[in-house]
Nanobody
Framework: QVRLVESGGGSVQAGGSLRLSCAVS???????????MGWFRQAPGKEREGVAG???????SYGDSVKGRFTISRDNAKNTLYLQMDSLKSEDTGMYYC?????????????????WGQGTQVTVSS
């Protein structure tokens, strides 16, 4: 059983930066370092999309719209996942969710086999 808690969201002007964090508690089974982790986002009226993913070995993947602006990282000693978001745009607005799965697909946690956090809101004004 895994619990994920996101933090760091907020309101920022276009061009600004935010750093999201996801604190992970693992109550049973494999440790955090074995999990494939990822950030997903959902804007009103749109489907949830993958933003960035990081595998247990550290390999990363990014959505096309965030490449070069966002950086995903993990600290296995702190059981924490991060998303550094720079050069934010209005289209980055949405609810950001952290996900964890022991099944990894192209460095993203498998959505249908993932544990999810409650989300943190990011609002970028132009």
């Amino acid at each position: 059983q895994v619990r994920l808690v996101e933090s760091g969201g907020g309101s920022v002007q276009a061009g600004g930066s935010l750093r999201l964090s996801c604190a992970v508690s693992v109550y049973s089974g494999p440790s955090y370092s074995n999990y494939c982790m990822g950030w997903f986002r959902q804007a009103p009226g749109k489907e949830r999309e993958g933003v960035a993913g990081i595998g247990s070995a550290g390999g990363t993947s990014y959505g096309d719209s965030v490449k070069g602006r966002f950086t995903i990282s993990r600290d296995n000693a702190k059981n924490t996942l991060y998303l550094q978001m720079d050069s934010l745009k209005s289209e980055d607005t949405g609810m950001y969710y952290c996900a964890a799965s022991l099944i990894c697909r192209s460095n993203y946690p498998a959505r249908n086999r993932a544990n999810w956090g409650q989300g943190t809101q990011v609002t970028v004004s132009s």
